[in-house]
């Protein structure tokens, strides 16, 4: 199975809002509603930002949201701020024995 | 505070093994799916292993599979993952990190560097 597809880069101004996607197929996106995002700095361990399409754990701003139509998932980041750059992961359960796949991030940068 | 620790990365050669550790702590370690999800440099996140609270179910991606073994012993909170017959695409990062039943990695450990090379 190929990872899950992201765009390289995105960038945006602080303030700004910003939407980074993630491309799926049908047997992993648009057949779970299990998506989720991380964020990782440079030399840490990824964190979890969102789970389940939209949820956002405990502790993380309500600046990240998600969403998802058939098999594309999207996570907002609004009211850029400087934190905020790092490199962005989604994941997808595939309902088979190789159980999730990530994509392959994208650098956000923050202007 | 909830924390996961990993410890037994190193340098090892093509055919080689090795066993990495994982430390859980502040959390009820046996209520968990436990993962094994590893990062080669400049790559995105591979979910390698997991295995079930009570270790009676364990599943692998099939690059490993054959390869690698997953296992716990609840009674130490602790995660393992041996590696046989180790090869040069799987030097990573590997960690160590928790799954609280919606297939997301809610917790990671700061990870644990595998080099294979001779």
């Known amino acids: 199975q190929s990872a899950l597809t992201q765009p390289p880069s995105a960038s945006g101004s602080p303030g700004q809002s910003v939407t980074i996607s993630c491309t799926g197929t049908?047997?992993?996106?648009?057949?779970?509603?299990?998506v989720s995002w991380y964020q990782q700095h440079p030399g840490k361990a990824p964190k979890l930002v969102i789970y389940e399409v939209f949820e956002r754990p405990s502790g993380v701003p309500d600046r990240f949201s998600g969403s998802s139509s058939g098999n594309t998932a999207s996570l907002t980041v609004s009211g850029l701020q400087a934190e905020d750059e790092g490199i962005y992961y989604c994941s997808s359960n595939t309902g088979t024995n190789n159980y999730v796949l990530f994509g392959g991030g994208t650098k956000l940068t923050v202007l | 505070e909830v924390h996961l620790v990993e410890s037994g990365g190193g340098l090892v050669q093509p055919g080689g093994s090795l066993r990495l550790s994982c430390v859980a702590s502040?959390?009820?370690?046996?209520?968990?799916?436990m993962n094994w999800v590893r990062q080669a440099p400049g790559k995105g996140p591979e979910w390698v292993a997991h295995i079930k609270h009570d270790g009676s179910e364990d599943y692998y991606v099939d690059s490993v599979k054959g390869r690698f073994k997953i296992s716990r012993d609840n009674a130490k909170n602790s995660l393992y993952l041996h590696m046989n017959n180790l090869r040069a695409d799987d030097t990573a990062v590997y960690y160590c990190a928790r799954t609280p039943g919606n297939d997301a990695f809610d917790i990671w450990g700061q990870g644990t560097m595998v080099t294979v090379s001779s």
């Open positions: 049908s047997s992993d996106i648009d057949n779970y509603n299990y």
């Open positions: 502040g959390f009820t370690f046996d209520n968990y799916w």
